[in-house]
T-cell receptor
Framework: GESVGLHLPTLSVQEGDNSIINCAYSNSASDYFIWYKQESGKGPQFIIDIRSNMDKRQGQRVTVLLNKTVKHLSLQIAATQPGDSAVYFCAEILYNTDKLIFGTGTRLQVFP | EPEVTQTPSHQVTQMGQEVILRCVPISNHLYFYWYRQILGQKVEFLVSFYNNEISEKSEIFDDQFSVERPDGSNFTLKIRSTKLEDSAMYFC?????????????FGAGSRLTVL
């Protein structure tokens, strides 16, 4: 990857397995959370979002879980495919602001 | 699918030179943003822009930075006198409404290398 990756935590999974990527956020005033996927040479791409009044949201092959008690967010990818290989960022938005605060990122590597 | 386009994809400049990075947001979007990502680090917020003015900016966005929407389609980021530490990927993003209510669409980025 050309824009991220030198010191990122890495998750390696076998194709077809489920992946779980975790994120700890910092601010209890955050009320909106988003997962982004970033492939090499591209900008962040929206995957799924969740508001603070929810604890789970499902998309196509992806599920986001929010635990406000411990300020933890996770992204579950079912039946991981080679095309899922990328860096995954969680992002939070503080209540009444207009900026995304991105986490460090996790590199997902999918092996055939 | 509509996309945010950015030019140039890569620019190399000498320290102290002015740089302008250009973005064409999605046509019906009203909110515009610049973010940057230094190699190996997080994506960081720089500035948000709405209704022809800056609505929010970070501490990174100092007097060396400015943004402009010179016409109905372009959104530019200018760095007046580049420093080595300005080397990064710069991402433009846009959304229909404010970040808290709607999803941002990011461009592919402009890589700036300051020598």
């Amino acid at each position: 990857g050309e824009s991220v990756g030198l010191h990122l935590p890495t998750l390696s999974v076998q194709e077809g397995d489920n992946s779980i990527i975790n994120c700890a956020y910092s601010n209890s005033a955050s009320d909106y959370f988003i997962w982004y996927k970033q492939e090499s040479g591209k900008g962040p791409q929206f995957i799924i979002d969740i508001r603070s009044n929810m604890d789970k949201r499902q998309g196509q092959r992806v599920t986001v879980l929010l635990n406000k008690t411990v300020k933890h967010l996770s992204l579950q990818i079912a039946a991981t495919q080679p095309g899922d290989s990328a860096v995954y960022f969680c992002a939070e938005i503080l209540y009444n602001t207009d900026k995304l605060i991105f986490g460090t990122g996790t590199r997902l590597q999918v092996f055939p | 699918e509509p996309e945010v386009t950015q030019t140039p994809s890569h620019q190399v400049t000498q320290m102290g030179q002015e740089v302008i990075l250009r973005c064409v947001p999605i046509s019906n979007h009203l909110y515009f943003y610049w973010y940057r990502q230094i190699l190996g680090q997080k994506v960081e917020f720089l500035v948000s822009f709405y209704n022809n003015e800056i609505s929010e900016k970070s501490e990174i966005f100092d007097d060396q930075f400015s943004v402009e929407r010179p016409d109905g389609s372009n959104f530019t980021l200018k760095i007046r006198s580049t420093k080595l530490e300005d080397s990064a990927m710069y991402f433009c993003a846009s959304s229909v409404s404010a970040s808290g209510a709607n999803v941002l669409t990011f461009g592919a980025g402009s890589r700036l290398t300051v020598l």
